[in-house]
């Protein structure tokens, strides 16, 4: 990516350590020192900005996203970057003042929690279904919830459920997982 367009690294580099972003994702130091939550944003805009063609492998899809997206940072018709960092801290402010810093953990049945560690499949859903409908979920009285109550469906929902664990590989998840209306209010 720093070969492709530097300043795009950068752009992206420091949105990963922005708060409440990081503490969201609860990355260990090793996964830090691996740009996990670099991985993890460009995960974020490609999913918002680049349709996935099912049965395409994922790390392809990836990679070919993030080429798109650097060669048209910083300015681009069609893609605004501002409006998407806007977009990407308010999606990450709303799910931290909505549910908190676990959001992106497996949902137990008991209705009170959320446990073990940090989904990236979970991340993908929920993030980024999140954010193709701030405007309509900000119109919402009782987000939180809303907000924990549509997360409860998620993982009580079978068609989601599934792909959600591990064991489905990512090809499958990401056809599955990265619903358009699911957190369509």
């Known amino acids: 990516m720093v070969m492709v367009n ?12 922005s708060e409440p972003f990081l503490s969201m994702i609860a990355q260990t130091e090793n996964a830090q020192n691996k740009q996990t939550p670099v991985e993890l944003i ?7 900005k680049i349709p996935y063609q099912s ?11 993030m080429l798109k997206l650097a060669n048209r940072y910083p300015g681009d018709e069609k893609l605004d970057f501002s409006t998407e960092k806007k977009i990407f801290f308010q999606t990450f402010s709303f799910l931290n003042d909505t549910i908190g ?4 953990k497996r949902w137990h049945g008991d209705g009170k929690r959320f446990k073990g560690k940090f989904m990236v499949s979970a991340y993908q859903t929920i ?5 193709k409908h701030l405007d309509t979920i900000a119109q919402i009285k009782k987000q939180p919830e809303w907000m924990r109550e ?4 998620l993982w009580k929902n079978n068609s989601y459920s599934k792909y959600l664990t591990g064991g489905t590989y990512g090809a499958m998840q990401l056809a599955k997982l990265l ?5 369509r209010p």
């Open 150 to 153: 549509k997360i409860e469906q």
């Open 127 to 131: 993030a980024v279904g999140v954010s």
């Open 101 to 104: 810093k676990d959001v992106f």
């Open 42 to 48: 460009l995960r974020f805009l490609i999913h918002r």
């Open 6 to 17: 530097e300043s795009f690294y950068k752009w992206i580099v420091k949105l990963s350590k």
């Open 55 to 65: 049965g395409l492998n994922v790390h392809d899809y990836l990679d070919d996203g």
């Open 179 to 183: 619903p358009e209306d699911f957190f």
